[in-house]
């Protein structure tokens, strides 16, 4: 570990725990069912409130994939190395995104007309 890595593992590690009682907290809600017979505001409001909590459900899952595929690294070794070009990841990047899988040149050729065109659907399918 040539930088502060365990400080790094460390802060992942808390981030999965802080992930994991969010994850628990939104899939435990109970929502009740909306019906025609409800107040038109208090259906909106229901109907509102809980597509937001499955929209941050699936945000705060994908994040955790993230934070758990950055652990996984750890063990095998890969940690702090960009995935596209296999240099090291600056710990700058790595102190601000410790989830990071690219390094900075990497992820502006992605983010930009040069790199790989990303849809829509990057953020859930892991591209990003």
Do not use: W
């Amino acid at each position: 570990m040539t930088r502060d890595d365990a400080r790094l593992k460390r802060l992942l590690e808390e981030e999965k725990s802080k992930l994991e009682d969010d994850i628990a907290h939104l899939s435990s809600i109970k929502y009740r069912r909306i019906t025609s017979s409800n107040h038109m505001a208090e259906s909106a409001t229901a109907a509102y409130d809980q597509a937001s909590n499955q929209a941050l459900l699936k945000q705060l899952q994908h994040r955790l994939k993230r934070v758990d595929r950055a652990l996984a690294k750890f063990e095998n070794g890969t940690y702090g190395y960009c995935e596209n070009c296999g240099k090291p990841i600056d710990f700058a990047r790595l102190k601000a995104l410790p989830d990071a899988r690219f390094c900075l040149q990497c992820q502006r050729e992605r983010e930009t007309m040069g790199g790989r065109h990303l849809g829509p659907r990057a953020l859930e399918q892991g591209d990003i």
